[in-house]
């Protein structure tokens, strides 16, 4: 307790974050590969009743890997976001519930890319913001984006 005649004690300045060794540069990677698939899901062709999975889809899976953030340690359930709002994760999550009428539009290897693809997308920020030595450093961000260009390669060769 503070005697009101006293000033109260100095806040105390967090200390500034260190990046990771080669963080800016995965980070990079990941945005690039984030842009990549999303351009891929915007070139689905798709209906206009599911006009929501080439815009708001596509924007989230975008929006998830270009505002990646080790150094966010929000706590939801024991995870770090990593810079994944919930709103984004939502979107990224409510495709499993529109693969049905999906389905009727898109190849089966375009149905698992897109899975692969959101799926993938909604975890890769918990990554660096729980584990960032072994995520960033190691490789396993970088391996991921790996990943889900394969998905979108795979999915192109299937339909030509």
Do not use: F
Request: glycine share 8%.
């Amino acid at each position: 307790m503070y005697l009101s005649h006293l000033p109260p004690p100095p806040a105390v300045e967090p200390e500034p974050r260190v990046p990771w060794t080669g963080e800016r540069e995965a980070l990079a990677r990941a945005a690039a590969a984030g842009r990549r698939a999303a351009a891929w899901i915007r070139n689905l062709p798709l209906p206009p009743s599911e006009a929501w999975i080439v815009g708001p889809l596509a924007d989230a899976v975008e929006e998830a890997m270009t505002t990646l953030d080790p150094g966010d340690e929000t706590w939801v359930e024991g995870t770090g976001r990593g810079g994944l709002s919930e709103t984004t994760e939502e979107t990224l999550d409510g495709l499993i519930y529109a693969m049905p009428e999906v389905s009727t539009w898109l190849a089966p290897d375009q149905q698992l890319a897109l899975l692969g693809i959101t799926h993938c997308v909604s975890g890769i920020p918990k990554l660096p913001a729980n584990n960032p030595g072994t995520v960033i450093e190691d490789g396993g961000l970088a391996a991921l984006c790996t990943v889900l260009d394969a998905a979108c390669r795979t999915a192109r060769a299937s339909v030509l």
